[in-house]
């Protein structure tokens, strides 16, 4: 049913003759609707027309009962009323308020005119009664024609536009219904893109982690060797030596027990000379001691290594501990010595004030080293193998305030302007391949801004140096120390 052309009026009266009454006065309008019209005009200021007042589908009720099943019938045919007349006094059955009222219950948008003689409801009552409505007009008898005709027309055309109010109203829901569901496709698309840029950059960063641990390797495994070796050589010497200490020990027991039994001979003489002279005790006297004390010293120097890289890579920490920062950073130093050593000198300034900062060891101790390879990496583009001489990198620490500052000062070759915005961003790199792939600063920022509340900055100066600045929150620090 197109709702324009729904022009269905029920009159629901308990007399016959009112029916009549209603029809004449809208079947009235169709065969004299220019009168009614131009009445309509000038209380509507409307051009005339507009208002036709013919075409009225009318249907009659003589009790609120059958009203409400007319109602019903026609919503079920898929044709509902518009409006209707409904009487106040309709004995034996319902009254017109009854009537309204379960009637509003099956349709509320049907258009109601209550036709009364008498003040059987004051509209309070009336309202106290079927509720607050706008879909109620009171019109009293006698009706004045025109004011019937026009109460039809104003409200049939009052439904229309709640009809078209409401599929408007369905409509915008569709498009929104349908704008929210892109909108949740896209979120569900972004969500998904969010986690697998999660999961590249875990894997990102172990890829990071294994190829920084493979070059380290290369480093420590030499850094370790040197110190084998000599205590290999050193032990290998002892062994030696106590060899010809063996064998000069036998002449001498030899000698003794010749002399025990006062049977000396000058060749048990000449034997013990020979096998002292083949000793050499004054030389074993020096350099024995010389070589322990050497073979000790590389043996505490492995043990340094070996601690340094046990505290660098703090297998399975994955919460936040309190780190000395300092050792933290020495150790970096120590395990990445290979990566500097040839091209700088490492110089520390701890400040001893620094209490310890809640941070994920390992992951600060990646950062440590991966601005060290940088800072060795920018010095040795400004000093070649180090063969006429050696830069410096500066690593420092220092307590300001609610905050833990380490600076990594290098007298490399700075950063060129060009390159300043970008450093940070994953992938980006000045270096050639096999030297660099861009990942370590993006690292360095991921670990200390989000993973630590904290601010990483540089200052640089092209031809002069880099500085990088790490500040980390002691705030959980400070908050304990107030406590106490
Ligand atoms: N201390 C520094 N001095 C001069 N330039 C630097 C310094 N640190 C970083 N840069 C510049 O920033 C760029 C990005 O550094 P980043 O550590 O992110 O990547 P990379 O060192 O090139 O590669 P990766 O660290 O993944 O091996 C470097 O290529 C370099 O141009
Ligand atoms: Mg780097």
């Known amino acids: 049913?197109?709702?324009?052309?729904?022009?269905?009026?029920?009159?629901?009266?308990?007399?016959?003759?009112?029916?009549?009454?209603?029809?004449?006065?809208?079947?009235?309008?169709?065969?004299?609707?220019?009168?009614?019209?131009?009445?309509?005009?000038?209380?509507?200021?409307?051009?005339?027309?507009?208002?036709?007042?013919?075409?009225?589908?009318?249907?009659?009720?003589?009790?609120?009962r059958e009203g409400l099943e007319r109602v019903r019938q026609a919503l079920q045919e898929g044709e509902p009323y518009a409006m209707a007349f409904i009487d106040v006094r309709m004995p034996p059955g319902w009254d017109g308020v009854e009537t309204i009222a379960r009637i509003w219950e099956v349709y509320p948008?049907?258009?109601?005119?209550?036709?009364?003689?008498?003040?059987?409801?004051?509209?309070?009552?009336?309202?106290?009664?079927?509720?607050?409505?706008?879909?109620?007009?009171?019109?009293?008898?006698?009706?004045?024609?025109?004011?019937?005709?026009?109460?039809?027309?104003?409200?049939?055309?009052?439904?229309?536009?709640?009809?078209?109010?409401?599929?408007?109203?369905?409509?915008?829901?569709?498009?929104?219904?349908?704008?929210?569901?892109?909108?949740?496709?896209?979120?569900?698309?972004?969500?998904?893109?969010?986690?697998?840029?999660?999961?590249?950059?875990?894997?990102?960063?172990?890829?990071?982690?294994?190829?920084?641990?493979?070059?380290?390797?290369a480093g420590i495994a030499h850094e370790i060797n040197t110190p084998t070796q000599y205590i290999g050589d050193n032990t290998r010497f002892v062994q030696d030596a106590f060899g010809d200490i063996t064998r000069l020990v036998t002449e001498y027991d030899k000698l003794f027990s010749a002399a025990e039994k006062g049977a000396v001979t000058p060749e048990l003489i000449g034997a013990v000379k020979s096998a002292a002279a083949a000793a050499d005790m004054a030389y074993l006297s020096v350099e024995i001691p010389k070589a322990i004390q050497q073979s000790l010293d590389g043996v505490s120097r492995v043990t340094h290594i070996v601690r340094a890289m046990k505290e660098f890579s703090h297998p399975g920490t994955t919460e936040k501990?309190?780190?000395?920062?300092?050792?933290?950073?020495?150790?970096?130093?120590?395990?990445?010595?290979?990566?500097?050593?040839?091209?700088?000198?490492?110089?520390?300034?701890?400040?001893?004030?620094?209490?310890?900062?809640?941070?994920?060891?390992?992951?600060?101790?990646?950062?440590v080293l991966n601005l060290i390879v940088n800072a060795s990496h920018a010095i040795a583009d400004v000093v070649g193998d180090g063969g006429n001489g050696k830069g410096t990198i500066i690593v420092s620490t220092r307590h300001d305030g609610d905050w833990a500052e380490v600076r990594i000062r290098d007298t490399g070759t700075g950063i060129p302007e060009h390159a300043r915005a970008k450093v940070f961003d994953p992938f980006f790199t000045t270096k050639g391949v096999g030297k660099g792939t861009g990942q370590g600063l993006a690292i360095a920022h991921n670990v200390v801004v989000e993973k630590h509340g904290g601010t990483i900055a540089f200052e640089t100066e092209t031809g002069k140096g880099t500085t990088f600045i790490i500040r980390l929150p002691l705030k959980a620090a400070s908050t304990e120390r107030k406590a106490a």
């Open 321 to 367: 501990t309190a780190v000395d920062l300092a050792k933290a950073i020495q150790s970096t130093v120590t395990v990445a010595s290979n990566e500097w050593k040839y091209v700088a000198d490492v110089v520390t300034e701890f400040d001893p004030a620094l209490p310890p900062v809640s941070c994920l060891p390992g992951e600060f101790n990646q950062v």
């Open 1 to 64: 049913m197109k709702p324009t052309t729904n022009r269905r009026v029920l009159i629901v009266d308990d007399n016959h003759a009112i029916h009549d009454d209603f029809r004449k006065i809208l079947c009235a309008g169709k065969n004299n609707s220019g009168a009614m019209d131009q009445a309509a005009a000038a209380l509507f200021d409307e051009p005339q027309n507009a208002t036709t007042s013919h075409d009225f589908k009318i249907d009659s009720a003589m009790q609120g």
């Open 109 to 217: 948008d049907l258009q109601v005119v209550m036709c009364t003689a008498y003040s059987d409801y004051s509209w309070d009552e009336m309202i106290a009664k079927i509720g607050q409505s706008d879909r109620l007009v009171i019109l009293k008898k006698p009706f004045d024609n025109v004011e019937v005709l026009q109460l039809a027309n104003a409200l049939i055309a009052k439904w229309h536009l709640l009809q078209q109010t409401r599929s408007h109203v369905s409509e915008l829901e569709a498009r929104v219904r349908e704008r929210t569901k892109e909108i949740e496709t896209a979120h569900a698309k972004l969500q998904t893109e969010i986690d697998e840029r999660n999961k590249m950059e875990i894997q990102l960063r172990h890829a990071q982690k294994m190829e920084s641990i493979g070059q380290l390797a």
